[in-house]
């Protein structure tokens, strides 16, 4: 089969993306982030919470060890829009001025929840951060503050692959600008660690053909599956999450994602294992490496195909897996920043070869409700 007559979204985006990266992380510039979030507040923030929906809520688990780890606030959240909208207690907002920081995320700025969250922020006296690329948007007027993703018009961005790596690297340049301006890293440790952003994107870019012409020749059995698990530890289980979103969002599969110890406790036990195809996302120097490894011999045994992503030699594993080794990251919170790419690549020829339309469109409840379910819920500030 020629693997351009299945062409789509995914794979194009997905070829796009290491020098998209650079795009996002060189408009975030100083005078950007500075005027985004004032020194000042940087310094009163005893709490951040970041929180999203979707996408948007795994880039901020995606981000989270590079908060911990520079940032200097020793409390470092990532919350569902539903849970910190509607089950944070309202005592823990504004307990000390300009805190918590509430970090939402919403490339359009219509979603109802992030509406929500900015307001409820603001209400109770917390202080808010909204990264969006609509300046206007419903969300950015509710929040104190924006962070504005710049990205290039006219673009495709759906379903939503660039617009991940936009809030993902979005997020990593405003913890390093937090770490700096609190002193936790010096300007050499920043202007290095912003420049690793960049450069780890960049290394994906000699492995993009070979990658694409892979997953095509993958998708053509996988998409026959009957369903697709997914499994990531931490910031790794962001990119589990990511790619068993795409799977619904491209095709509407069935799809399940875990991390390596409760796999063994639960996902282990679906029946007709050789039906499902399994995704571990791991790498060497994650502490649970080891505890993935003998997660992948349960795997093995049970004769599930099985796709891992990782930086670790195809050695680690067994034979018979099929192993994308990725780039070394210089720092093990980058990651999650570009590992979802060979799902990316595999969901969305398997949409094509399917002949599905992503977002189920070819169904007409889901192009006359869709939308409106995330966009006109009522607001409510409990």
Not at 10 to 35: C, H, W
Not at 267 to 292: E, W
Request: proline share 5%; charged share 20%; net charge negative.
């Amino acid at each position: 089969m020629d693997k351009m007559q299945f062409d789509n979204a995914m794979a194009r985006q997905a070829r796009l993306a290491p020098g998209f990266v650079r795009t996002i992380v060189e408009s975030m510039g100083y005078d950007k982030l500075n005027n985004a979030l004032p020194l000042t507040e940087i310094w009163d923030a005893q709490q951040i919470v970041i929180t999203g929906c979707g996408d948007s809520w795994l880039a901020g688990i995606a981000a989270r060890p590079l908060f911990e780890s520079v940032s200097g606030v020793k409390n470092v959240q990532v919350m569902r829009n539903i849970e910190f909208n509607r089950y944070m207690d309202k005592g823990q907002l504004g307990f000390s001025p300009n805190t918590p920081l509430v970090i939402g995320i919403s490339i359009s700025g219509t979603v109802s929840r992030v509406v929500e969250a900015m307001e409820r922020a603001q209400h109770y006296g917390a202080n808010s951060l909204l990264i969006t690329d609509d300046p206007d948007s419903p969300a950015a007027k509710a929040a104190r503050h924006v962070l504005l993703l710049d990205m290039p018009k006219p673009g495709e961005y759906g379903p939503g692959l660039l617009s991940y790596c936009a809030s993902v690297s979005a997020l990593m340049c405003l913890a390093l600008r937090i770490g700096r301006a609190r002193g936790f890293i010096t300007d050499g440790e920043h202007k290095k660690m912003v420049q690793a952003i960049v450069d780890y994107a960049a290394s994906y870019a000699p492995l993009i053909e070979e990658m694409d012409q892979r997953c095509f020749e993958l998708a053509g059995t996988w998409k026959d599956l009957r369903c697709v698990d997914f499994v990531g530890d931490y910031a790794d289980y962001a990119t589990a999450f990511f790619g068993s979103a795409k799977i619904l969002e491209t095709y509407g599969g069935y799809t399940t994602y875990d991390d390596s110890e409760d796999w063994c406790h639960i996902n282990y036990f679906l029946r007709d294992p050789d039906t499902i195809g399994r995704v571990f996302i791991t790498n060497s120097d994650t502490p649970s490496f080891n505890r993935v490894k003998e997660t992948l011999v349960a795997v093995d045994q049970l004769g599930s195909p099985c796709i891992v992503v990782t930086d670790a030699d195809k050695s680690e594993f067994a034979d018979r897996f099929e192993v994308f080794t990725t780039p070394k990251a210089p720092y093990s919170w980058l990651s999650p920043l570009m590992q979802h790419l060979p799902y990316d690549f595999i969901s969305g020829y398997s949409a094509e070869l399917l002949g599905v339309e992503n977002f189920r469109r070819d169904n007409p409840v889901y192009v006359e409700q869709g939308g409106t379910r995330i966009r006109q819920s009522k607001i409510t500030i409990v």
